[in-house]
């Protein structure tokens, strides 16, 4: 268990002393940072920031990945920085699509830590989380979701107790790579659903 430094946001209802879980969707994040920011999420900012002087007991990532693509240091990183890492490779089905959504599993894994949490901080954007945010609103567990404000779902924002944006410098690394790809996304608040992605990733190599 491990205690967070000082938030440079604010999060409303945070509290010195809460437990907190902190799960987050790498991939919708990827997605998110890459076509509104051209950039990459700096992780190690991340959990800093959603801990705000909190103790948090669990930290897990969740990440989608083709076969042939080595994630290994990546997950290396991420290990070092407090994660516990999750790794789905991704199901191409024979029409082309993609299928590689860490959506139940996540939610099974939180319910079932749930009692030993005040607060669960979903880093996430996609509005298949809101039955999860809603059972624990009935167990009386407080649920933050952390997201890129243009791209998460307004049904997530309004079933948790708190939304924080993803905004600032600390947060974002700018990536080079990504200037020429289309933001064709900016300025329209929506959901990156899990499947949406993983057709995406599917189609290129990240």
């Not at 999420?41 to 103790?55: A, D, M, T």
């Not at 901080?121 to 809603?134: N, S």
């Not at 307004?154 to 107790?161: F, I, M, Y």
Request: charged letters at 25%.
């Amino acid at each position: 268990m491990t205690e967070g430094r000082e938030s440079p946001f604010f999060v409303q209802g945070a509290q010195r002393g809460q437990r907190i879980g902190v799960f987050v969707d790498v991939y919708n994040l990827f997605y998110s940072a890459r076509d509104l920011h051209q950039a990459k999420i700096n992780y190690e900012s991340l959990l800093s920031c959603v801990s705000s002087g909190r103790k948090i007991v669990r930290s897990v990532a969740y990440l989608v990945t083709k076969p042939e693509v080595d994630q290994q240091k990546f997950v290396n990183a991420l290990t070092l920085m407090g994660y516990e890492t999750r790794i789905k490779y991704l199901k191409v089905r024979p029409d082309g699509s993609a299928k590689g959504s860490w959506n139940m599993e996540m939610s099974l894994e939180v319910m079932a830590i749930a009692p030993r949490l005040d607060t669960v901080v979903l880093v996430t954007g996609a509005g298949v989380y809101v039955p999860l945010v809603e059972r624990l609103r009935v167990l009386g567990v407080r649920t933050e979701v952390v997201g890129f404000q243009q791209n998460t779902a307004a049904e997530l924002k309004s079933a948790a107790h708190a939304f924080v944006p993803i905004v600032g410098e600390e947060l974002l690394i700018p990536d080079k790579r990504f200037e020429q790809r289309g933001t064709e996304r900016s300025g329209q608040e929506g959901d990156f659903e899990p499947d949406s992605i993983a057709g995406r990733f599917a189609a290129e190599r990240m």
